[in-house]
């Protein structure tokens, strides 16, 4: 039984002016109302039914896969693609609902979206079409590839990082970095793996590389100047980041997470340069 999984934004900001991309239609809240979307009558049911809930629709999108997948897929590709969206865009997604086709391509059933309200506690980053076409087909890629369970429990602490306070996430993510591209896992050096995690997510990407090097380099240099520390990973974990925060400037404070923002996509390119590897091994 073909399926399309729909997801709910939980962040209601839109970087593009709402149109389909290759992989989704989207629709504004009071077009799904309206029986515009693939939910027909049945989407005023669904945001009435979120509204009681505590979850105000009237400014969210609406985002439907526009080629059904197969029954087995469906729920494995939902989940998969709310995950990946956080760790790599910052987005936050319900819980995907579903519609059925029967062997016709006749709508047969449709279930609502579950949206978990405090997910958006720290969610800043406005929702991109283009970037959400990539993730979605890594997530459909995965699952094809039986992948699922060899990567869902690492995605879902990579979401944790990115839910919690960003200085905790951050040290989070530069543990995962030093754990997960160490040569030896009972020996590991920040600095080995870091430079293991870009020389794969940059793989014939050498100015890219350079560019986010000198970018880290600098921002490493100028926020823990104070306390005379030179490594962003350190000044985490020696707990000196919360001591300095405040006495930096705009553009520090702004680079500062930028650079982190931009980590959380290299670790995904990462993952999944190591998933093609894999697959022709």
């Given at each position: 039984?073909?399926?399309i999984?729909?997801?709910l ?16 239609s ?20 669904f ?22 997948l ?12 709310a ?48 970037e ?11 699952v ?35 754990i ?36 880290l ?9 104070s306390?005379?520390e ?46 093609r590897?894999?697959?022709?091994d």
């Open positions: 039984m073909p399926k999984p729909y997801w934004t939980i962040n209601s900001d839109f970087e593009e002016k709402l149109s389909d991309s290759e992989c989704f989207y629709f504004e809240t009071n077009s799904v109302s309206n029986g515009d979307s693939p939910l027909v009558e049945h989407g005023k049911r945001v009435e039914m979120l509204y009681n809930m505590g979850c105000p629709t009237h400014d969210k999108i609406w985002i439907f896969v526009k080629e059904p197969d029954n087995k897929l469906s729920h494995h590709v939902g989940t998969l693609f995950l990946l969206s956080r760790v790599k865009s910052d987005n936050a997604l319900s819980e995907h609902g579903t519609v059925s086709l029967d062997g016709s391509g006749a709508f047969i059933d449709r279930q609502p979206p579950h949206p978990d309200i405090k997910d958006n506690v720290y969610t800043v980053r406005p929702f991109v079409p283009g959400a076409d990539a993730t979605f087909l890594l997530a459909r890629n995965i094809e590839r039986s992948l699922f369970n060899d990567y869902f429990h690492q995605f879902s602490y990579l979401k944790e990082l990115r839910c919690t306070d960003p200085f905790l996430g951050y040290l989070g993510l530069w543990s995962f970095i030093e997960e591209w160490a040569d030896d896992p009972k020996k590991t050096d920040m600095n080995k793996s870091l430079k293991s995690l870009l020389e794969g997510a940059f793989h014939n990407q050498p100015e890219n590389k350079r560019k986010f090097n000198k970018r380099k600098y921002i490493s240099s100028q926020v823990g100047e306390v005379g030179y490594s962003i990973r350190n000044l985490l974990a020696h707990g000196k980041c919360r001591k300095v925060s405040s006495d930096w400037n705009e553009e520090m404070n702004i680079e500062f997470h930028a650079i982190h923002d931009d980590l959380f996509k290299i670790v995904l390119a990462g993952i999944e340069k190591k998933i590897d894999n697959i022709r």
